[in-house]
């Protein structure tokens, strides 16, 4: 069993200002979390975000579509079957570069997508959260805090501490699980 | 920024007469104006619409199965005109939606706030000009079921696709393109989805964009990684939408026909390709934004920009023309020149002179502020350019091909019903996706435009700090 307890606040800068007073409350990082209808500057580094993993894993993706999208032409067109037209030579470099770019582009593009998909283990339609009516302010005008815990007696604690940094509305969620 | 409270949106600079956000406004004001056009029930004009692009639709199915069942026979394509409308129609779809990607994705990288507004649209203008596109040169193969021989897979006839050709070029170019441009339309598209789900009044509505959003919360942890992959995906679509229009260049360029092999062909093609996609967003936003009650935030200072990029990528295509021409004469090659004195004074030199008017010299209009921001001129100018740039590649398709080395081999080409079936057709499809688009996605990314609400509304709050402690100081030194 998990809780949320969430705040709503009135702009990023208030929820920031809270999260930020809550890990020197000691809370730890993993327990909290902002939403917001749009990317709040800042607050990667109020919850120590490291930079996002989907940077290399693009890289790699699109060195290894390019180099598989030289090896296949080469490999077709020059080893297995060679096309000998208008006295080319069969492993023409040149002409074997659009299409190494474009792999390059598609494979990193996938990957970038994909990548992001399986950090936010979606598609999850359901999120505890959603339970909360005025939850669904979080996309579109409202700012919220979360913090979990694993028992019903420390979400009292964080309540007050959400009240004390003056959050327009709080409530608890309990996760199923 | 208090909710639910309007503010004034800080307009007022000498350098920006124009605002970026008009109004008074707030996130939740932004909000919910920007999703009424999903909540609204169907006007009668977007019923006529609909049915009207339908039928396009039809006739666009028609031609498709004419095509399918007497082959490229049905079109007027002959030897030596074995390209004809079918490339052309390929070229003119696909240029359409490099602007989109070049206002998503460029001026995200130059961070342009003003593109914010009209990303969204230009992007689902790029999706469903490319799907147009896609489908030409597959008609084109003359036997389109069979297109994935060009593909290279280990099949039972033992023969890999020619690399050294065009045609997979075109392939993969267009399949990247397509794809690209899909991941990144929606995955911009996901918090807007989620707020349409948030905002839905019915319980169909929520399950559908419940559904669609994928579970978007808006996590601050979300959000982090949204950033970087899109920022990435905005760096990759950046040379690939130049890629694009090179590799179609290429399909010209690479060969000896004269009028084609031409070294100016992939950045006069790239220009004109971003010509033609800001002619048609502003032909397709100027009608849209005041029903869909878009003013606010689609605003004369959008209109302004699009027509002053326009002129210059006018002016660029104008140095193309200017190119191809004076090469052909400094080349000193007669072929070359004849096949240019043929452009302007043969047959279809009627359709050259016509695209002289529209392409050169009509941004020319745009020097002046005023019909910048005259939406009936902008419109109609706009409209000239889509028109002008189908006969830019016509010109360059059809007079090379009729009128090459040998004038035993020249061929008068004529068009067929099934050619303009497909022309106008894949306009009807085009038009019939546009209007699906308009009622069921947020047409204008709401996120962003909160974004950039509140980027303002701090940078002008920061301006009036400034000011007071200036002329504190000032005082204090008085």
Known sequence: ?177 | MAEGQASETPTRDALEPLPLIAGAQSAESLTGSLLSPLQRKAGRVWWALFFLTLGGTGLFALAITVTLVRGIGAWGNNIPVAWAFGIIDFVWWIGFGHAGTLISAILVLFQQKWRASVNRFAEAMTLFAVMQAGLFPLLHLGRPWVFYWLVPYPNTMKIWPQFKSALPWDMVAITTYLLVSLMFWYLGLLPDLAAARDRATTPRRQFWYGLFSLGWTGSARHWHHWRTGYLLLAGLATPLVLSVHTIVSFDFAISLVPGWHSTIFPPYFVAGAIFSGIALVLTLLLPVRGPLGLNHVITDKHVDILAKLLLATGLMVSYGYLQEHFFAWYSGDEYEMAAYAFKRSGTWGWIFWLQMVTNVLVPHLFWFAKLRTNLVVVWFAALAVDVGMWLERFTIIVPSLAHDFLPKSWEHFSPTWVDFGLLFGSMGFFGFLFLLFLKFVPPVPISEVKELHHELKEALEEKAKRERTESALREKEA
């Open chain 1, 1 to 177: 069993m998990r809780y949320w307890v969430v705040g709503e606040f009135g702009s990023g800068d208030e929820a920031k200002k809270a999260l930020r007073r809550l890990r020197e409350l000691g809370y730890a990082k993993d327990a909290l979390d902002a939403f917001s209808p749009y990317p709040v500057e800042g607050l990667d580094e109020v919850l120590e975000l490291k930079p996002s993993p989907v940077r290399w894993l693009a890289l790699l993706a699109g060195l290894g579509g390019a180099a598989f999208a030289y090896v296949v032409q080469w490999w077709t067109n020059a080893v297995d079957y060679p096309l000998n037209v208008g006295n080319r030579p069969p492993h023409a470099w040149p002409a074997f570069v659009p299409i190494t770019f474009e792999t390059m582009v598609l494979f990193a593009a996938l990957t970038i997508f994909f990548a992001l998909m399986f950090l936010y283990r979606f598609p999850r339609p359901h999120h505890p959260l959603f339970e909360l009516e005025s939850f669904r302010t979080a996309s579109t005008g409202g700012f919220w805090v979360s913090i979990t815990t694993e028992t019903r007696e420390e979400t009292e604690p964080v309540l007050g501490h959400l009240r004390e940094l003056a959050a327009k509305k709080t409530s608890v969620v309990e996760e199923e699980s």
